[in-house]
């Protein structure tokens, strides 16, 4: 294809500017611009100030793991002629590439080729060309070589179209790229998987090839064993072996937590309600079916339509049937329309619109706020089948979800006072490492701006009182108000993003809620919306990854197993036992025939926090001799007094702990 455009009038490319001042140096891979990432290719302003960004630094890694997935699908297309693209960007760890193959799927393999043919095309050293195409063009390119996913996504984009070529294998792309194939030094495919396209399960399955891309090989080793450590971790795998959850075809993405896995679970919630007492909060039950009347007033329905589950009783039925005569079933619209009025109840998707229900049920008074409603309500959202994943993303869970009713003048202190519970509770789990991120209005959004600027500055305020350093995200916020999220890493430095403060606004001006004030007039009450863990599914899929399965003492469903080296001493270890579960500790006793090893490794791949092995001597001297998990070492000979003392010491969340 030879069209293309030339430079716009007072612009130039970043690789002119730098030759020009002198500053292209050879690991030069992009340059920014105004805060944003731009490649060597594309046009800037003559003036620009460009800072260049070199192949060793972060920023450059998204385009150098782009430009390695057109590199990959290079090589399919290479290796398995007719074979059709669609989606292939960069992310947070490498890349992935979305792939339409008719004539078979990719194995490990088809791996090891695509991967020894992405080698040669860069050993090449093609560079790669960035060209501006006419939209008519563009689609008469893509269809002429049969790339119906393109031609789709071609209809979507307006305004400027570019094109990225290497060598001669082309694609619709916005871009960046390294200059040339030469830059991409060390690359690895990974896996591959089922998606659908657009991630619609009504659309085709893709089949998508994910791999990942580095400066340097010592980089990729490293990445490489962190994603075998992510493996062993992976809380789909220990949540089998450990018998804390499991899954079923006929409630898909609905967890079934197991007795050890609920014990875990309930655990996290009793934390969270001790928590309540202490700082104010009152828990609340709400029902689980609304008429959609309560989502239409909140605003939620036209967000959340598409993921909301609906309840038909028999009596809307009888009425949408004795109705089906008016409507014209040839016009979709109308029937839609008709089928919604009669389908008037919706399984509630979030709190909070019951929450305001609740509130505005009574006439309140200044002194009732600030009010700290809290719901482990159990909340359901359909997410298409092509997104869940494991606990992380499910159709039903429950949040450790809490709403707060105060007056302007009081929300800046309950902001200061959430972040400093957020953090107590995070150092409890042992997570160290916490980013706050301020996200503000996004484009489709309720309310006004004024409205806006008063809820996001209300947010900064309460982490600048706090001295806490912080980013900002812009567009980022929820559709009703902007929030304060926390980002926090994982043992394996894996960020993940859990509570949430949001200051709203707009719902109670919605719902028209209003308390009287010390002026005997009514004023309208703010809302925050909060979660610390979140979704209490997903934070037991984040904490079962963090710690590996090794529960802290407190936490563990059974904190001891008690093993016995023959049967002649059973009966002192059912004693034994009974001693420890009557202090509290979760004892089991395992007083099978088995040999004493099978005993203690079948407990350690429970990672269980101690192990108390009985033989003639601790039964004679009502003891235990007690190895230590998280010391990894034996402890010795302990009197059972001794050792109650010792978990229940560790029994407890450390920031509840004496001394």
Known sequence: MTAGSSEPQGQCTPRELLEQQGRLDADVVAVEVAGRLCDLHTPVAAG???????IGEPAAMAVIRHSTAHVMADAVQRLFPGTKVAFGPATDDGFYYDFDRTDGHFSDADLERIEETMREIIAADHPFRREVIEHGAARELLEGMGERYKVEHLGRLEGEISLYRHGEWVDLCEGPHVPSTRFLRAIKLTSVAGAYWRGDERNPMLQRIYGTAFPSEKALRAHLKALEEAKKRDHRKLGKELSLVGFHRLSPASPFFLP????????????VRELYGRHGYQEVITPQVFDRELFETSGHLPEYAENMFYAATVENLERLASTLDSVHVADPSAARDHLEQHMRFGVKPMNCPGHCLMFGMTRRSYRELPMRVADFGRLHRFERSGVVQGLTRVRTFS??????????????????????????????????????????????????????????????????????????????????????????????????????????????ERFDLNYVGHDNTTHRPVMLHRAILGSVERFFAVLVEHVGGAFPTWLAPEQVAILTVSEKVNDYAIEARDRLRAAGIRAVANTSGDKLGAKIREARNMRLPYLGVVGP???????????????????????????????QVEAVPPSRRLG
């Open 399 to 508: 949040q450790d979800d809490a709403h707060i009713f105060c007056t302007l003048e009081q929300l800046q202190d309950e902001i200061v006072a959430f972040l400093d519970l957020v953090h107590e509770v995070y150092r409890d789990f042992g997570f160290s490492d916490v980013r706050v991120v301020v996200a503000t209005r996004p484009d489709e959004r309720l309310g006004d701006d004024a409205v806006w600027d008063r809820a996001e500055a209300a947010l900064v305020a309460g982490v600048e009182a706090r001295a806490l350093p912080y980013e900002i995200a812009p567009g980022e916020g929820a559709f009703y108000g902007p929030k304060i999220e926390f980002h926090l890493k994982d043992a394996l430095g894996r960020p993940w993003q859990l509570g949430t403060i949001q200051a709203d606004f707009n719902l109670p």
């Open 617 to 647: 001597r601790e039964a004679e001297q009502k003891g235990l001799s007690v190895r230590s998990r998280d010391e990894n070492k034996d402890l010795g000979f302990m009197s059972l007094e001794r050792f109650i003392e010792r978990i």
């Open 260 to 271: 050890r896995g609920t014990d875990v679970y309930n655990r996290l919630v009793d934390y």
């Open 48 to 54: 620009s100030d460009l800072k260049p960004v070199r």
